[in-house]
Each structure stands twice: as C-alpha cells, then as structure tokens.
C-alpha cells in the first residue's frame, strides 16, 4: 500500500464548478499535512497546510480526518489557472521534515 | 515567501560525466535541505536530508557514492550526480526548510525551481 493515495483523475471541469479532491495516508504517526500544487515542469508550490478543525483560504477548503487518515481538498468557483496537477503531502512524523509525496491529481478547468 | 534558488535549471551531459547542482535559500537561512527526484508522470521522491555540517542521510535505494550531498553553509546545498548515465535524467528538485520565527517560517520548505538532467 502506497504511504500517501490520491485519485490520479484527471479531472476535467467547466469553469466556475466546485471540484473536490481526496487523499488517504497509511501512517497514523503523521503529523503534518499540506496541498501542493504543482504546475507543468515546475516545482511544487505550497497551496496550504491542513488543519484538525479544517481551513480555508478563498476559494479553497482542506479538511483532515485523523481517525480515517483522510485529506480533502475542495475548490469552488474554478478558475482556468486551476488547471494543475495537486498533490497531498504528509510529514511523516518519524524523521524531521521529511514529507511523502501523493502521486498527484491532475485537474483542468475548461472554458 | 521564502526564496530557494537552483543552479543549473537543465543540464544536458553524456554519459560518464559528473553534475553539480546547487540549492541555495536567498532569504532565509536552512538548516535543513532535501532532495527530491522526480520522473515523468510521477511524484515526487525524496532521495536524502541534508543537515548543515553533517552527513546527508539517504533513502533507500538512493546510492549515497553516485549521489554525493554537501550541505556547507545555511544556505547552500550540493547534489553531484556521479558518472552520471542515460538512467539518471529526470527533475532534481530540493527544498529548504528553516526556522526563522521572526518571518514565519517554522518547518515549511519551500522548493527550488528544479534542475532537467539529460544524460545523452
């Protein structure tokens, strides 16, 4: 079982629509959580952290489930500067800093 | 935000040759810095951490004598790809996470704008 699971996709969506993306991790032990998004042959940006009690930054919500080891990202309004592969990210909790990478859901907000 | 620079951005070497790529952060100082290896249509792996003054410690699988890490100052971080070969192209990306209280920075990294290795 992969450390960090996320729903490849792609997911293809109309401007303006609410698209919602989930994640699963394996260790219990992890402490931190974050949505990268990361665009065609660059690297990685953070979107935001991820809290217990969930967060939101304009148009973007992250919530965690620790019991179920679930990370969700939900986008509402798209825009067409969406489109971008996004990837959950976990720190592990084991050795300091180290973060396991989801394979990333790739997303495309079409006119 | 905090600023990570990577130098070269893409490197094109035939096969026997050796890398250097450097990590720097412009704004901060890191006292720790990864290295990440990323092939097409995948994520993201981490290959070492490297701790300023100390032995990077690798991921399995990662060979520490072909990938050689120095970390020798807060802001900078060396990755040599050795005897580098057609396997080896791929997207070397690092980060750099530091705890500068005073900007905000606890235990965020921040990337590198990644190096294109093309080993012909």
Redesign the interface.
Known sequence: RKEVEQDPGPFNVPEGATVAFNCTYSNSASQ?FFWYRQDC??????LM?VYSSGNEDGRFTAQLNRASQYISLLIRDSKLSDSATY?CVV?GGT??????????TILTVHP | GAVVSQHPSWVICKSGTSVKIECRSLDFQAT?M?WYRQFPK?????MA?SNEGSKA?YEQGVEKDKFLINHASLTLSTLTVTSAHPEDSS?Y?C?A?GTDFAKGFT????????T?LLVL
């Open positions: 931190s042959r660059k690297e990685p940006k953070l952290s990837l720190n050795s300091y800093g180290k973060l396991t990478f989801g394979q990333g | 720790t990864f995948q994520s993201l792996m981490l951490t410690t997207f990306i980060s996470m235990e965020t990294q921040y990337f590198g704008p990644g294109r």
